[in-house]
């Protein structure tokens, strides 16, 4: 297993898709300098005050929120990329071109393939939103405040590297089923109604519906978002990183500038359980898929 966790570490630094991961990693970062110096020098979020009086400082930590908010929200689609199209083939693909043919009559188990691949592809996702996790925080801290609660960044960080196992266990599962073209589409168009449905929620409080038009509405963003969890993780991340239970209220992040979350229904500690456990049951359906499958 450790051969195959160490192959899939190999193929994944060779192949394009990494290297585009990297390139789009560096070009976000260069511009969210810039974007954070901008808005953490404008004098309405206090950026210009050398002042740090109680009114100052909460205007530099909804500063900071802000910050992290933005860069956290597009970080998370570049966390998805590397986690879809990493592992959207990891079955189809290498069937198709006789590989796995060649590997698997050998005494290697096919639950340990499976769990070598997923592992590889895993360690490798988790690294790198370590690292990216890393850059969003230090690039905001040389512009404005960003929390200091270690136990915080570190329940913030898990949450938010969640969805790498996530995405990754739904794209192999998915690679059991389809073929490579047709899991990549699934995939994307998946995480897609994920997004989206997160997207209405935000905004339906808005759209002036009442009754059973508003109760349709809530279970259908329900519905995509047991599917897809993904964006309610994003938004319990962004609740643990800024410790919202612990503010009471004393900073508002109902501006038009927090549009972009919905802290008005942030998941509660139960749906982080029922992600993990999906993800779990996943894992297992796939790995169960894999099996039975006719290579």
Same mark, same amino acid.
């Given at each position: 297993?450790?051969?195959?966790?160490?192959?899939?570490?190999?193929?994944?630094l060779?192949?394009?898709?990494?290297?585009?991961?990297?390139?789009?990693?560096?070009?976000?970062l260069f511009?969210?300098?810039?974007?954070?110096?901008?808005?953490?020098?404008?004098?309405?979020f206090?950026?210009?005050?050398?002042? *740090?009086? +109680? @009114?100052?400082?909460?205007?530099?930590?909804? #500063? /900071?929120a &802000?910050?992290?908010? $933005?860069?956290?929200?597009?970080?998370?689609?570049?966390?998805?990329?590397?986690?879809?199209?990493?592992?959207?083939?990891?079955?189809?693909?290498?069937?198709?071109?006789?590989?796995?043919?060649?590997?698997?009559?050998?005494?290697?188990?096919?639950?340990?393939?499976?769990?070598?691949?997923?592992?590889?592809?895993?360690?490798?996702?988790?690294?790198?939103?370590?690292?990216?996790?890393?850059?969003?925080?230090?690039?905001?801290n040389?512009?404005?405040?960003?929390?200091?609660?270690?136990?915080?960044?570190?329940?913030?960080?898990?949450?938010f590297?969640?969805?790498?196992?996530?995405?990754?266990?739904?794209? *192999?599962? +998915? @690679?059991?089923?389809?073929?490579?073209?047709? #899991? /990549?589409? &699934?995939?994307?168009? $998946?995480?897609?109604?994920?997004?989206?449905?997160?997207?209405?929620?935000?905004?339906?409080?808005?759209?002036?519906l009442?009754?059973?038009?508003?109760?349709?509405?809530?279970n259908?963003?329900?519905f995509?978002?047991?599917?897809?969890?993904?964006d309610?993780?994003?938004?319990?991340m962004?609740?643990?990183?800024?410790?919202?239970?612990?503010?009471?209220?004393?900073?508002?992040?109902?501006?038009?500038?927090?549009?972009?979350?919905?802290?008005?229904?942030?998941?509660?500690n139960?749906?982080?359980?029922?992600?993990a456990?999906?993800?779990?049951a996943?894992?297992?359906?796939?790995?169960?898929?894999?099996?039975?499958?006719?290579?």
């Open positions: 297993m450790r051969i195959i966790l160490g192959m899939t570490w190999k193929e994944m060779r192949k394009r898709v990494m290297m585009l991961t990297l390139v789009m990693t560096v070009i976000f511009a969210f300098w810039f974007v954070a110096g901008t808005i953490g020098g404008d004098r309405r206090g950026g210009g005050s050398g002042i *740090m009086n +109680g @009114s100052i400082l909460i205007e530099r930590f909804t #500063n /900071g &802000f910050i992290l908010t $933005l860069g956290f929200f597009f970080g998370s689609f570049v966390i998805a990329f590397l986690a879809i199209f990493s592992s959207f083939s990891a079955i189809a693909g290498e069937a198709e071109q006789g590989v796995m043919q060649a590997m698997l009559p050998r005494p290697i188990p096919r639950w340990k393939w499976y769990l070598g691949r997923w592992l590889g592809y895993v360690t490798l996702g988790l690294l790198y939103a370590l690292i990216l996790f890393a850059a969003i925080l230090f690039i905001t040389a512009h404005a405040a960003i929390p200091r609660d270690m136990a915080a960044l570190v329940k913030a960080f898990l949450i590297a969640s969805s790498v196992p996530l995405l990754i266990t739904l794209s *192999m599962l +998915g @690679s059991g089923f389809f073929s490579a073209l047709g #899991n /990549g589409v &699934f995939m994307t168009m $998946l995480y897609g109604a994920g997004f989206l449905g997160g997207m209405i929620d935000k905004v339906s409080s808005s759209l002036g009442e009754g059973d038009a508003l109760h349709m509405l809530n259908m963003t329900g995509m978002s047991m599917l897809m969890p993904v309610g993780l994003q938004r319990k962004t609740a643990v990183l800024f410790s919202l239970d612990d503010l009471g209220g004393m900073v508002s992040f109902s501006g038009s500038a927090f549009s972009l979350l919905n802290l008005n229904s942030v998941p509660s139960s749906f982080v359980v029922y992600a456990v999906y993800t779990a996943l894992f297992t359906i796939g790995l169960l898929r894999f099996q039975r499958k006719d290579l």
